[in-house]
Nanobody, 118 residues
Framework: QVQLVESGGGLVQPGGSLRLSCAAS????????MGWYRQAPGKQRELVAV???????NYADSVKGRFTISSDNAKNTVSLQMNSLKAEDTAVYYC????????????WGQGTQVTVSS
């Protein structure tokens, strides 16, 4: 089995920074991409940022220039550096990974709460 474990959420004031991390473990043959999604109360889950195994990245327009995604392929980890946080960034953030294990499929972490408030 494959597990994704997230860390780094919390409460931060507007304009502050947080760093989220996610580690994949288990029977992993290869990781095709890793990324972060978020879901605010009453809203659908949305893509925040994704990075492929060749280090191509894609960001939601709402976070471009403020968030940076990075990965360590040797450690099967992905991080999201979030700067200049706004109240509208408040959500549960989920790590996602497209992994080849026994099958090729998407895996999800349990989610970590990010709250931006004064």
């Amino acid at each position: 089995q494959v597990q994704l474990v997230e860390s780094g959420g919390g409460l931060v004031q507007p304009g502050g920074s947080l760093r989220l991390s996610c580690a994949a473990s288990g029977r992993i043959v290869s990781i095709n991409s890793m990324g972060w999604y978020r879901q605010a109360p009453g809203k659908q889950r949305e893509l925040v940022a994704v990075i492929t195994s060749s280090n191509d990245t894609n960001y939601a327009d709402s976070v471009k220039g403020r968030f940076t995604i990075s990965s360590d392929n040797a450690k099967n980890t992905v991080s999201l550096q979030m700067n200049s946080l706004k109240a509208e960034d408040t959500a549960v953030y989920y790590c996602n990974a497209h992994i080849t294990s026994y099958y090729v499929r998407n895996y999800w972490g349990q989610g970590t709460q990010v709250t931006v408030s004064s």
